[in-house]
Each structure stands twice: as C-alpha cells, then as structure tokens.
C-alpha cells in the first residue's frame, strides 16, 4: 500500500469539481486517510514550490494557489501515486486527454485542477508538509 497526498486547487473549488474528482479516486478504489482545508501560506506555497520558487512566473503560483481555500486530501491505495497521475493526465490541462481528470475539468497549464505528487518519496515529504502523523487514518 502507498499514500499519496493531493491538493484540490483553487479552480478546482471554484468551479465546484471537488466531488466529481474525489468521485473518480474512490471508484478507483483509494481510501481517504486524511483531508482538510485551509488557505495556503505564502511561507508553506515556497517551501512546497522550492523547485520554481526562484523562476520568473513562480509569483503568479503562488497568487494563485493563495486565491482561495484549497481541500488537501491524503490518499492510499495499491501503486496510488502513479494510478493517480494517471488518473490526472498531463500536467498541462490542454495536452491531456478527455476521460482524465485534467482533460475533463481542466483549462491550461496551472490551472489544472489538482496537484499530486509524482513519485513516492516526494508523497512522503508532501504528506509530512501538510498533515500531522495524527491526522492521517490508516485503513
């Protein structure tokens, strides 16, 4: 079993497609271990976003991902990490195809609907950013 962890971005809860995708990760069989809300700091967006943090368009991530409160959910299933991104498509909304969640709900590169990680070891950092070890429920 793996964890994952996701962010149901701010398009994401301003378009109201929070239960449509969390609908798609449980009929893929994932279980929610661990699920909240809050507005993103611009102290926790850099620290989450080191990798861009110093790249030109980085201030518009971060105005963005601050733009209103986000749901973080931390996932486990079975391969969970890259049956997610499956389940996601492209980073790039306007590359991926219909039938994944990007291509669905999806409009342009940032605004992309969710964020999850991408390998398991970034899960483990991402999971520790976010949720406390009592927050996450194990099944």
């Known amino acids: 079993m793996q964890k994952t962890f996701v962010i149901f971005k701010p398009d994401c809860m ?3 497609h929070v239960g449509a995708v969390l609908s798609r990760f449980e009929a893929a069989g994932f279980d929610v271990i661990g ?9 926790l967006l850099r620290e989450h976003y080191a990798h861009v943090a110093d790249k030109p368009f980085y201030p518009e991530i971060e105005k963005f991902m601050a733009s209103r409160p986000v749901i973080m959910m931390a996932l486990q299933g079975i391969n969970i990490v890259q049956r997610v991104r499956d389940l996601l498509g492209p980073t790039d909304s306007r590359k991926a195809s219909k039938g994944t969640i990007r291509g669905d709900y999806g ?3 940032m605004k992309n609907v969710v ?3 991408d390998t398991v070891e970034n899960a483990k950092i991402e999971l520790a950013r ?3 070890a009592e927050e996450l429920y194990t099944v």
């Open 107 to 109: 409009t342009e590169m």
């Open 14 to 16: 301003e378009r109201h």
């Open 115 to 117: 964020h999850a990680s």
């Open 130 to 132: 976010f949720f406390k």
């Open 35 to 43: 699920c909240k809300m809050t507005l993103l700091s611009p102290e």
